[in-house]
């Protein structure tokens, strides 16, 4: 796999064309479907039958002409939902305090090139233990808004639960924001 560097730290290529016939997906946040996962592994079965798993959280296709499409899935490295983490949220978590997913995919479209976000569901920021351009830690009063740092971190300020662009660019210049809507 290809590799770059940012902020001194290697980047892995974690979706898209690899090599001659080694190809990469990822799941965004991690999380598959058995429906996906079904999916995958038909791909396989028309390369060398093997599906195999990254430390990066991304499964790789080998022995494929093209690569495959498989709904659901990052198929590109330049998707922004490889820039955003999020863990398990409220739903199976009982420190969690939102929906973090959800928030996170939402938000990924608006970040610019080169940035990551976090949104985790308490201060102990499980899903992505270091630092983030931006942070988002939901609580009891909203969400801590944190700059490049981690969920636990000093936030700039906390904002209650409300529409999360407004989150992204009260954090980030409006310059750095795309005009999206959610």
């Known amino acids: 796999a290809r590799t770059e560097r940012q902020h001194g730290r290697a980047l892995v290529q974690r979706a898209g064309h690899l090599t001659s016939h080694l190809y990469a997906v990822a799941a965004p946040l991690g999380r ?3 429906a996906t996962l079904r999916a995958c592994t038909d791909g396989a079965q028309t390369g060398d039958g093997i599906l195999r798993m990254t430390p990066w959280g991304s499964l790789v296709f080998s022995g494929l002409k093209k690569m495959p499409e498989i709904s659901g899935l990052v198929m590109h490295p330049n998707d922004p939902r490889l820039r955003v983490y999020a863990c398990i949220g409220a739903s199976g978590c009982g420190q969690a305090s939102a929906d973090t997913g959800r928030l996170a995919l939402q938000l990924a479209p608006l970040l610019p090139e080169g940035m990551e976000m976090h949104v985790s569901g308490c201060a102990k920021g499980c899903a992505h233990p270091g ?5 988002l830690g939901a609580g009891a009063e909203g969400y801590s808004v944190i700059r490049n740092g981690r969920a636990g971190d000093q936030p700039v300020c906390v904002v209650p639960e409300c529409d999360g662009a407004k989150v992204v660019r009260q954090v980030l210049s409006e310059g750095d924001v795309k005009n999206a809507a959610l």
Request: charged content about 10%; hydrophobic content about 50%.
């Open 32 to 34: 598959l479907t058995a």
């Open 131 to 135: 630092r983030a351009t931006v942070t």
